[in-house]
């Protein structure tokens, strides 16, 4: 009689997709600050990839070709790994920082979390209106809140009092222009998010952002 051969195993995947591309393959996966020495969680980190002219290029996704350079998400540290060369010592070859380095890693923050925003409201995830999250607070809807840093604090103060007592995050770091053209909308000044996987990297990264630039989040 035929021995059965052993079934074949079926293949686990670790960890969870990401809608908008970026690798998640360990939420533990860590990297040396290559300024403070320290070894720190990617998601306290900014990633740099060296272009074949030597240009610097800040690579906040995680996806770009070649191997990685890693620094504290801080403009100081950044600052410093420029200032002291120690991009070029890193990479072993010679490398040249943009003038106006602190400017685009801020323009990549935004345009990052205006693609998340917009990947959120895709998979129906966002509700924006201040009457319609306003609903969505009393009803125990929101993962996070969204406010414009140009809200009024009128607006603001009415929601916030709906959030107390309520473990949420609150995220004050686009403008509500910025919000707008995320969402494809005329005006956003309050928005809010349903609990998932893609509002989980939102609020990340508006924690990385608000870490670079050294301010509160809300």
């Not at 610097?56 to 200032?83: F, M, N, Q, Y």
């Not at 916030?160 to 473990?167: K, P, V």
């Amino acid at each position: 009689m035929t021995a059965k051969k052993p079934e074949k195993q079926k293949k686990c995947w670790r960890g969870r997709p990401s809608p908008d591309g970026l690798s998640r393959k360990h939420e533990d996966t860590v990297r040396l600050c290559i300024v403070t020495q320290e070894t720190l969680p990617v998601d306290k980190l900014v990633r740099f990839c060296v272009a074949p002219d030597g240009l610097l290029v800040p690579d906040l996704a995680h996806k770009l070709p070649g191997r990685g350079i890693w620094v504290s998400a801080d403009k100081d540290v950044i600052e410093t790994a420029c200032r002291k060369n120690l991009f070029t010592k890193a990479a072993r070859r010679k490398t040249v920082c943009p003038e106006n380095m602190d400017e685009l890693i801020k323009k990549l923050f935004v345009r990052r979390l205006q693609s998340l925003l917009g990947v959120a409201k895709k998979a129906g995830l966002v509700t924006a209106g201040f009457e319609k999250v306003a609903e969505a607070l009393r009803k125990g809807q929101v993962f996070c809140l969204i406010e414009a840093v140009d809200a009024a604090e009128d607006g603001r103060e009415k929601l916030r009092r709906l959030c107390a007592g309520i473990d949420i995050s609150v995220v004050r770091i686009l403008t509500a222009d910025q919000a707008a053209e995320a969402l494809g909308t005329g005006v956003c000044v309050h928005a809010a998010l349903k609990s998932g996987g893609i509002s989980d990297l939102f609020v990340a990264e508006a924690r990385r952002f608000a870490a670079y630039c050294k301010t509160e989040l809300c």
